[in-house]
């Protein structure tokens, strides 16, 4: 498909559900990780110290690296590395699959953890470009696929690697391939976009009232306070609520884990919401809905039923998950023309927040209880009262217009 002057005047929906695709196979290998831990410690006879320094090495190079390409991309845009980010991912899988001691899965993860940082900033960019118009509506269709993926991670470790064990790992290659082939075409739509936007001359549209820079700053650092309450309370309720339930409520592991994929499931569909709501109400109050809104629901979750949790879990999923994708293009437009810095950041932060949040939850339940940690998480979504504090969207209008050449040369 090629990137002519209409086309990129209008969302390009094929290739949003494209790198959609492509965003549900690479968070769907890297949510395994974590969930094949029980089997990885059985058949390797790892340490928990080990399994912990396994996640911590996922999650560090996942962070690391996303903001480093996102911002290296924006000057030199680099549409090929596209499918090379997926054969990082491909080749990790293959070597966690044989691998047979400790160093042999940190080597897999850190290719993992490798294809992840390419492919967060650099399709987040492409969804920014196909969306024309509908920048929240491309962000989310994005968005959503990896809220798929995560959310199938409980389901493939139960039908794949509980009867088959560490080697069944190795079906990961065909999704991996598939997603070669995918971002391959992206990558052809995307150097072509290129090429018909440079022949364009560069209009950079300015208006009065511009942003002074210390707003900005501020700005961004209310984001980041956001993503703080969003991602440690994810990894509040995707690592420890399902040992809660089994404490409190005498549930299996296998029923605790719906209430997980209730909540993840429920997630997706609110993603795929948020964006196209935010398009509509405005962003900045799309992000306070999203955070402030699953307070009320969090706080009674603890001192719930069973029958509650589940509702409680389902709306808690798709309120909380609505925002990230409405977060993702307020940042950008806070920062135009670094569309792939902000990406790589923002997924860098969620990445590294949800990793370190995991090990200072995890350890402050030893000290004291699953139960209190569980009802201290309850209280992060009142973070989300700072978002009254975020430029309005009439505001972010305020700042140059940057013209679509612009934005796709990085200059």
């Known amino acids: ?17 494209s790198i959609s695709l492509v965003h549900l196979f690479n968070d769907a290998i890297q949510s395994v990780i974590p969930a094949i831990f029980p089997i990885l410690r059985d058949s390797l006879k790892l340490s928990f110290a080990q399994i912990g320094w396994i996640a911590f090495t996922l999650n560090v190079t996942a962070s690391l690296f996303q903001p480093l390409i996102g911002l290296y991309t924006d000057s030199k845009p680099k549409p090929f590395l596209l499918p090379i980010g997926v054969v990082f991912s491909l080749l990790g899988m ?14 897999s993860v850190v290719l993992i953890g490798l294809g992840s940082s390419i492919l967060h900033p650099e399709a987040s960019r492409v969804a920014y470009l196909a969306a024309g118009p509908r920048r929240g509506l491309a962000q989310s269709i994005f968005q959503t696929g990896g809220n798929i993926g995560q959310a199938l991670a409980p389901i493939f470790t139960a039908l794949i690697f509980v009867p088959l064990g560490q080697f069944g ?3 990961f290659v065909i999704p991996a391939s598939i997603a070669i082939m995918v971002q391959i075409f992206v990558a052809r739509w995307y150097r072509e976009y290129m090429s018909v936007q440079v022949k364009k001359p560069k209009a950079e549209v300015f208006v009065s009232g511009k942003l002074p820079a210390s707003t900005v700053s501020y700005a961004i650092s209310i ?44 997630g997706a569909l609110g993603t795929f919401v948020g964006g196209p709501l935010a398009d509509r109400i405005g962003r900045r109050n799309a ?13 009674i979750l603890p001192f719930a039923n069973l029958f509650w949790s589940m509702i409680l879990s389902v709306l808690i999923g798709f309120i909380l998950l609505s925002g990230f994708s409405v977060i993702i293009v307020y940042a950008q437009e806070l920062l135009p023309g670094k569309v792939g810095m ?27 209880s699953i139960s209190f940690v569980i009802k201290l998480c309850a209280y992060l979504p009142l973070i989300g009262l700072l978002a009254a504090f975020l430029p309005t969207d009439a505001k972010l209008k ?11 040369s990085g200059n």
């Open 94 to 107: 293959i070597v966690l699959a044989f691998a047979a001691d400790f160093a042999q899965v940190i080597f």
């Open 342 to 368: 902000v990406s790589g950041l923002f997924f860098g932060i969620s990445f590294g927040l949800g990793g370190i949040g995991s090990v200072v939850l995890g350890n402050l339940a030893d000290y004291t």
């Open 169 to 171: 790992i190795i079906w």
């Open 398 to 408: 305020l700042h140059p217009a940057n013209s679509e050449a612009t934005l796709a």
């Open 1 to 17: 498909m090629k990137a002519s002057n209409s086309a990129v005047q209008t969302t390009v929906f094929s290739i949003l559900f």
């Open 223 to 266: 984001l980041i306070m956001l993503l703080f309450s969003k991602f440690v309370y994810t990894a509040s309720m995707s690592g420890f609520y399902a040992f809660y339930l089994i404490e409190k409520h005498a549930l299996s592991t296998a029923q605790a884990q719906m209430y997980i994929f209730a909540m993840l499931a429920a």
């Open 287 to 299: 992000i306070w809905f999203s955070i402030l809104g699953t307070a009320p629901f969090s706080l």
